[in-house]
């Protein structure tokens, strides 16, 4: 069975709960069953191995339908998330790199049998069945939905803090954990570039980014003092290459996997200039 879900996150507090799921957004559909519910402890009640790339994304609950109109199904689901972020984050994980990415909610995709968005707090993702093409019916629900959803449409701030030159924008993404494989950076922002990475942690505060930081330094090791932000080194690293990590404020940020010869300093400047 093929499925429509509307997944929406929302951050406590920041937004008002998303009105409850429907089979009504488009004329014809029908509710079969009664109104799923589910919490992040009961989730792979529902979604068995796949809970777990939700709960990464600190999944909060879901509520869902399943609707039918003749032979065609949608499974339409509303999960809430705990922030922005966070959904733009989880559709990035979803989505085809097949496909573009179109300017719905926060961003988007509509295929034949699947769509996605997320706006606001919200992650939205629907499929259908049987194997055909529903796109102009799963572009209805999305266009209903994404005026129901509340939220505002722009895009996490941070990502426009990484430098453009070279910048490969279709794989920008949200690390749920361990960024760079680095236990101490829990979450953050990663981009592509034509040669190297980089990233942007947010910690709590200033003094915990510091605290970050001293165990990030003394994870890598031969590390050597560097002028950017409030504190930063270079290191030659065997699985990152040539690389600059700094502190600015409350953000741990820098370049790495960059080929031998070419000098961090320069890009870590920059970017550490558009951290705000």
Request: hydrophobic share 45%.
């Amino acid at each position: 069975m093929r499925r429509i879900a509307i997944l929406l996150t929302i951050a406590a507090g920041a937004c008002a709960a998303p009105p409850p799921p429907d089979c009504t957004a488009v004329p014809g559909w029908t509710q079969k069953d009664p109104v799923r519910n589910f919490v992040a402890d009961t989730l792979f009640e529902y979604m068995n191995g796949n809970a777990e790339g939700y709960l990464a994304y600190s999944f909060q609950s879901m509520q869902g339908v399943t609707c039918t109109k003749g032979g065609d199904q949608i499974v339409f689901d509303i999960s809430v998330m705990q922030s922005p972020e966070l959904a733009w984050g989880i559709f990035v994980s979803n989505r085809n790199p097949n496909f573009p990415v179109e300017k719905i909610g926060m961003a988007g995709q509509v295929m034949d049998r699947r769509a996605i968005f997320a706006k606001g707090s919200y992650f939205v993702e629907m499929a259908a069945n049987p194997a055909k093409d529903h796109s102009p019916v799963l572009r209805q629900f999305v266009a209903v939905w994404e005026k129901k959803i509340e939220g505002g449409n722009a895009l996490p701030a941070m990502l426009s803090w990484f430098p453009e030159e070279g910048l490969k924008k279709d794989a920008l993404r949200l690390v749920p954990e361990s960024v760079l494989g680095f236990r101490a950076l829990k979450r953050g922002f990663l981009a592509q570039y034509a040669e190297g990475k980089a990233i942007i942690v947010p910690e709590e505060s200033a003094q915990s980014a510091a605290a970050t930081f001293v165990k990030l330094k003394e994870r890598i090791g031969n590390t050597q003092p560097a002028q950017v932000g409030d504190e930063a080194f270079q290191a030659n690293d065997k699985y990152l290459g040539r690389l600059c990590m700094f502190r600015k404020g409350k953000y741990l940020a820098g370049f790495s996997n960059l080929p031998a010869g070419t000098d961090p300093l320069p890009l870590a400047q920059k970017l550490a200039a558009k951290i705000q």
